[in-house]
């Protein structure tokens, strides 16, 4: 098994490499990796430990960042090294002001000994998913304590299959596993692992905290003019298809579109959703005058925690391709919440459902019901902001089984 992963992780980055000649995000992959021992031997001191924090992508950062933020502000003096697997991660946080932050090398016996030597961390900490055989290895080699926080775990997993004894042992190298729910508890300790505790998802301290302390948005609040909003996050091509016949039903309400992929054919293509005009933030933000439509579509990558604050109403995308985008955000400020049919892997979307503050649509006709539903409708918020504070707490709860020495 151990000759078919090595094969595999091998003829994944050939695959990788192809795509890298004509596709923007693969060639980010690559380029990123090219002289990545050179950059590490640049710019971190080995002789010091690190924390080294690893995420697959940009929202598995952000449902670890409540972690990773709290221990700096107990360690300030600790160093903190961030891994990303994905570009659509890196490229976004690569600059962020709290840690040294690179691509993950791809995981290979040589690299993995390399990275580890040349972060020197005193404790690993993994968010949700990714289970890389030679950095665990690693790890548990030189006594590293190894952290999975917010995991997830299913029956459908290759660790609870029949054939699946190397994908068991690599869990074997994490020292614990914080978990969101009993299910994945309980599975884990099927196959013999103990050191399990559920203690929730930390995504909820982070949306919390985010609509806290929200980031104000001038523009966005000069377009609205204090009309009712819908905010449309994270959408795509067949999540906008439905949203386009909202506008001219509900010529009152302002909707604002800020899309999951923000390249040129993708807005292109949005624009043409509605015949009747739109306008581009960037646009927008270029021109002293009145906006003369009722759609803004958000051209840049960032906004999306901040623009709930100005929302009545959510549309939450993704639930037509491989899954929805993140629900919490839009929850925590008490945004009822609509989002399509593909939502069976995540928690959180049945307890809203369930709750009253979230419906799933598959259709034109069932996306203006559930419009005008949830329209005015102070019982839907109240359960959506409620759901949230109630599951906030994960963080501390990881922190108060971590210690480190000052």
């Given amino acids: 098994m151990l000759l078919l992963y090595i094969l595999g992780i091998r003829v994944y980055n050939f695959i990788i490499w192809v795509f890298s000649f004509f596709n923007q995000k693969a060639k980010f992959f690559i380029d990123g990796r090219k002289k990545l021992f050179e950059e590490l031997d640049t710019k971190i001191n080995n002789k010091e430990k690190h924390i080294w924090f690893h995420f697959a992508s940009l929202g598995e950062f952000e449902q670890g960042r409540p972690v990773l933020e709290k221990l700096k502000s107990q360690y300030p003096a600790k160093k903190i090294v961030v891994t990303f697997f994905s570009p659509s991660g890196y490229e976004i ?51 590293i304590p190894l952290y999975l926080i917010s995991g997830i775990f299913r029956e459908s997993q290759s660790f609870f299959k029949w054939y699946g004894g190397f994908y068991r042992h690599i869990l074997q190298a994490v020292t614990y596993f ?15 692992l103990q050191n399990v505790i ?46 386009a016949s909202l506008p001219q039903k509900y010529p009152g309400w302002k909707f604002i579109i800020a899309p999951h992929e923000i390249h040129e054919s993708h807005i292109e293509s949005i624009e043409k959703q509605f015949p009747s005009g739109s306008l581009r933030f960037s646009d927008y933000k270029k021109s002293a005058a009145e906006p003369s439509t009722n759609i803004l579509i958000i051209d840049n990558i960032g906004m999306l925690s901040s623009l709930y604050q100005y929302g009545d109403m959510a549309y939450i995308g993704g ?51 559930a419009f005008t539903q949830f329209q005015n409708n102070e019982s839907a918020k109240i359960a959506s902001k409620k759901y949230v504070a109630d599951k906030k707490g994960a963080t501390e709860a990881i922190l108060n089984k971590i210690t480190l020495k000052d």
């Fill in 198 to 243: 559920v203690n929730g998802d930390t995504r909820f301290d982070r949306v919390f905290e985010n609509a806290a302390n929200p980031k104000s948005l001038p523009e966005i609040e000069k377009f609205i003019q204090q009309a009712p909003t819908l905010i449309c996050g994270s959408t795509w091509p067949e999540d906008e298809k439905l949203l």
């Fill in 93 to 143: 946080r690569k600059n962020y002001a709290l840690a040294d932050v690179f691509y993950l090398p791809v995981d290979t016996a040589s690299n993995a000994k390399r990275f580890i030597e040349a972060i020197n961390p005193e404790m690993a900490i993994f968010t949700k998913y990714e289970f890389w055989h030679f950095y665990f290895k690693t790890l548990k080699q030189r006594n």
């Fill in 178 to 192: 914080f978990v969101q729910n009993e299910e994945s508890e309980r599975l884990l300790k099927s196959i013999g």
């Fill in 319 to 369: 639930g037509f391709g491989a899954g929805i985008h993140n629900t919490l955000e839009a929850a925590a400020f008490a945004l009822p919440v609509i989002f399509g049919p593909k939502y069976d892997k995540f928690q959180e979307a049945k307890d809203l459902i369930a709750l009253g503050a979230a419906q799933s649509i598959a259709t034109e006709k069932e996306l203006q019901q």
